[in-house]
């Protein structure tokens, strides 16, 4: 059953959570201390993260920051929802700059926290789905081009030879633009695969999608922007 941690000040907020979501085979637990849960998450495995940004002392932002940037692959790469509790899109664009896979602004339909922690897990399981006999035989997909390789099955990403961190939402958009190099995918397209229904979330968070990518990415320069259209993969083949 995967492992939740609730970051949230709000001391009334887990327990009736906990209780809606284990319905659907999910352990919440909870810190309302921000500084007792990053304690925690160094301590202990947790499948994913639910993070309230407006906290005192350490907010959500830092915390989140704090975490993509930890040496520990295992904290770097952990899945975060963040809460906002005003909805407003700069926290939203903040949020997902600083590296969270998605968000949700307070208050919210637990329904729909619940279907957005099925998304982020799957994604996180997918990481592990590649078929005993293809691991045995050393294999895996690879999609190789020129500096870059994108190992679909280890859902590892090399430029250069040497391993890109991404988080799974990042890995998710990579793959699916350079799973058809040069085709462009517009906005919604790309939202209708990474969220997998409409949920109003605005074509911007693309846009910081694929430029957090590109910065890690750099040199490369393997995404190209069409006004108006959408965003298509152009890297060249490998050598």
Known sequence: MPRLLLIDDDEHLAAPLAAYLKRFDLTLEAATRPEDGLARLRREPFDALILDVMMPGLDGFELCRRLRRDVDPRLAGLPVLMLTARGDVTDRIIGLELGAD??????????????RLQTILRRRAAASTASPAAAAAGASRL?????????????????????V??????????ALLAGEPQRVFSRDDLLSHLRGHDTGIYTRAIDIL?????RKLEPLDCIRTLRNAGYAFAAGPAP
């Open 102 to 115: 998605d968000y949700l602004p307070k208050p919210f339909e637990p329904r729909e926290l619940a279907a």
């Open 143 to 163: 999609l190789r081009f020129d500096r870059l390789e994108i190992d679909l099955d280890r859902r590892q990403v090399r430029r250069d030879g040497a391993p």
């Open 165 to 174: 961190e991404l988080t799974g939402t990042e890995f998710e958009l990579l």
């Open 210 to 214: 694929v430029s957090r990518i590109r």
